[in-house]
């Protein structure tokens, strides 16, 4: 079956833009979730979506959002870029929401990578 | 908090020989352990798991080991191939559905 796909793989976009990134998840996944990939800070979770609600977030400013569609589809919008939002967001996606764990685990795409002049 | 740490930022075996990786975490109530692989290009990809009440899991060439005394655990590949040279991280998940906490990776590479 196919995995998760992401939208656009790459991207360049200038300071104060905004920018959507895309996410399919695996079929029959119902949980999508949103991580930030940094040379400097590693992978940082930014928020987790099952049923079209966002569940649970992690610690970065308002300007990153995102929503989930009936079909569990995904977005990601970051808005007012800096130049330190340039990184690789992934999207990876699970069967249910919840702590991660046996059947429950993460699959992640391959990423948009996003570059801010 | 919750934080999982590997050892060494970089791993450079050779092809043949056997491949550890190590990671440390810091909470001792900590109960699932994932690892995953990152090759160039694409995202984490899932290797293997590991439950606290197991002390050791073994896949196709792959050996989890938790030792939950030091609160440690390594991955080890037996025949390290160039096809493994990737970044490794291992990985627990938090309370937040969704939400992994990783370690800063060992990128492994692996000369002919």
């Known amino acids: 079956k196919a995995g998760v796909t992401q939208t656009p793989r790459y991207l360049i976009k200038t300071r104060g833009q905004q920018v959507t990134l895309s996410c399919s998840p695996i079929?029959?996944?119902?949980?999508v979730s949103w991580y930030q990939q940094t040379p400097g800070q590693g992978l940082q979770f930014l928020f987790e979506?099952?049923?079209?609600?966002?569940?649970n977030k992690g610690n970065f400013p308002g300007r990153f959002s995102g929503r989930q569609f009936s079909n569990s589809r995904s977005e990601m919008n970051v808005s007012t870029l800096e130049l330190g939002d340039s990184a690789l967001y992934l999207c990876?996606?699970?069967?249910?929401?919840?702590?991660?764990?046996?059947?429950?685990?993460?699959?992640f795409g391959a990423g948009s990578r996003l570059t801010v002049l | 908090g919750e934080s999982v740490g590997l050892h060494l930022p970089t791993l450079s075996v050779q092809e043949g020989d056997n491949s550890i990786i190590n990671c440390a975490y810091s909470?001792?109530?900590?109960?699932?352990f994932i690892w995953y692989k990152q090759e160039s290009g694409k995202g984490p990809q899932f290797i293997i798991d590991?439950?606290?009440?197991?002390d050791k899991r073994q896949g196709q060439r792959v050996t989890v080991l938790l030792n939950k005394t030091v609160k440690h655990l390594s991955l080890q590949i037996a025949a390290t191939q160039p096809g493994d040279s990737a970044v490794y991280f291992c990985?627990?998940?938090?309370?937040?559905?969704?939400?992994?906490?990783f370690g800063q990776g060992t990128e492994l590479s692996v000369k002919p």
């Open positions: 990876a996606s699970s069967l249910a929401g919840g702590r991660t764990s046996g059947a429950n685990v993460l699959t």
């Open positions: 079929s029959g996944h119902r949980s």
């Open positions: 979506y099952f049923s079209e609600t966002q569940r």
């Open positions: 909470n001792s109530a900590s109960d699932y």
């Open positions: 590991i439950r606290s009440n197991m």
């Open positions: 990985a627990e998940p938090h309370n937040q559905g969704g939400k992994l906490i």
